[in-house]
């Protein structure tokens, strides 16, 4: 135990376990931590006096401090249970509309919704905004959804920041969910920020596992950071509603049950009197004969063993036998080889398909931690020691140029063709 | 047109992980860089200011060690750059860091207007695309996020048209000034720091303003002002994995063979496969 000149036990980072969050600075009332030259944090023991609050904000028990006669709070008993934030109750999830439809994540969401509802005891909500929507509500109802509130304004009818930002937070405030999800596409992604702020709550992007604690009725919301190299569970205590967004593919699609009911609520609307943005044109992205690879069943996967043209022909057939499209990991994109639109990882797209073969993927943290949902994964890579042989169900190690004919002929054999 | 873009300094992610035996973060020989995104965005800031004139202001929130990313954002062609850092900042989710960057701002707006903030579309090493949307909402300005490119800016007008990405393709958007744009790697390509710049960049004084400075509120600055908390850091889930066929050992056809068999050992592997995978 160390002590200082004036006899006090201090506090001691534990420099292999700090994360550099600075939280411990800013909790210490007296200053005595600062980033060491490494950028990790260090206590001044001189200054330091003992009250150990550093060691009860830090989230990773990255400080060692023993004090004589207090009993050391586990992480549990600093989690206080939460009586919750009292008038708010419900699960929402934001109802995306693309082509006058739900988009698949949201339903997916809802089967999450359904879950975490059913845990908490409480039901599940619909935020639906848009101009001639409402029919959506059935497909919501169908996806375990018990009461949808609707907006509806002809500035609605198609995606704008500031309209849907102001309409959401609305229905927030009048309907009062303890939890709002919402799909961390592009539009859920620059909604999410907005209505957050607005209503000052806690937002967590990106989730890849929501649920209930027990004991505090606090929604767990997990994420990949650091470019998918850890993982970071959040939690979001006095702020309502606790809002996280969730990757399309992240969540199974619930069930459908058709003809299921719920009850439909309006609420009024009016823009805010300012000038709005105009949408002066949109361009639909070519997805150049193939489908969308977030959609696809089966993805063949070119990775920096085969960044080369040549191969694509190989990698297409393959595609085409086992019915899925050709995808890729980033360096084939940045090669200029395959367009974004096909890229794989946490910079590209997460993917859930029944079958994934990767062929020259090596398997970086980023590429990995978006085929997790991947049902079966077929690695094919000459380098028996690539990360990506830890992950897959099966692999083959070898050069990609031999291996893939081979495993058309034979696979086209076992298929009876 | 004076530009305000806003700067993180950020761990280089591909060399973060957690050591599978300690379970404790490796952090040992990570550099600290630029938010690439942001470098894009102030380039485009920056060739704003070459096109209509004006003037560029770079921000950034961090440790005083931060100021290494505004002496390279004054070697790229900002003319101001100021270092936001003190205590009661630390340990700032997306919601505490927009007010943060917005108060700066507020404060900027008073010597001269802002018509355009800049920010990269996301940070590397959060990855949350948050704090773009809340000083855009703070702010009351016009928000355009994922930014392709800038068509144009009309200051007579107070308008601006920009190319951004959404769902299954670009839309062409327009709409008044002061906007905030958040940029995508395509919006523009950072240029090299000419040697002259690069020079006076690393003698320059960086200011610094601290919460009372920027007369910020400490209830909603910092640890204080952030609604989320971390509860656990853990590494990602490991994934299962199954063999591996030597194509040296077993010759490409015996390989591919016992690989399939693997495969077709689930039961209805091979007649989802010949459905194409419909249920």
Known sequence: MAKNSKGIEVAEILQDKCIACQICIGECPVGAIDLSPEGLALVDPELCIGCGKCQESCPVEAVKFERAGKKELSREDRGMPSEGVPGYEGVAVFIEVQDGEGVQVSWELMGKARELAEKLSTRVLGFLLGEGVDHIARE????????????????????????????????????????????????????????????KTGLTADCTGLTIEDRTRLLLMTRPTFGGNIMATIYCEHRRPQ???????????????????????????APPPVELPHIVEFMGDALEGGMDIVQSAALVVAGRGACDPEAFHLLQELAEVVGGTLACSRPVVEAGLLPYERQVGQTGKTVAPKLYIAVGVSGAIQHLVAIQGAEKIVAINPDPNAPIFKVADVGIVGDYARVIPEFINQLKNRMGA | MHSVCCIKQVPDTAEVRIDPDTNTLVRAGVESISNPYDIVALEEAVSLKDRYGGRVTALCMGPPQAEHSLREALSLGADRVILLSDRAFAGADTLATSYTLSKAMEKLAKEHPIDLVFCGKQAIDGDTAQTGPGIATRLD?????????????????????????????????????????????????????????????????????????????????GIKGSPTWVRAITSPPAREGGPAFDVSREGEAQAVSMALDTLMDEKGFLSKLLKRWEA
């Open chain 2, 141 to 221: 300005c016009t928000q355009f996020t994922y930014v392709l490119k800038v068509d144009w800016v009309d200051l007579q007008k107070r308008q601006i048209q920009v190319t951004r990405k959404r769902e299954g393709g670009r839309e062409v958007i327009r709409g008044p000034l002061p906007a905030l744009l958040t940029a995508e790697l395509e919006l523009a390509v950072p240029r090299r720091a000419p040697l002259p710049l690069l020079i006076s960049s690393l003698q320059a004084q960086v200011e610094a303003w601290d919460a009372k400075i920027l007369e910020a509120s400490l209830n909603e600055l």
């Open chain 1, 243 to 269: 809002m996280s967004t969730v990757r399309p593919m992240v969540m199974k699609l619930p069930e459908r049950t058709p003809g299921r009911e719920g009850r439909k609520v309006f609420h009024e609307w």
């Open chain 1, 140 to 199: 919501a109802f169908a996806h375990g959804c018990d009461e949808v509130h609707v907006s509806e304004h002809e500035v609605l009818a198609s995606y704008r920041s500031a309209p849907y930002g102001h309409a959401l937070t609305r229905l927030c405030e009048r309907v009062k969910p303890e939890i709002l999800l919402m799909g961390a596409t592009h539009q859920g992604r620059d909604l999410a920020g907005v209505v957050a702020t607005h209503l």
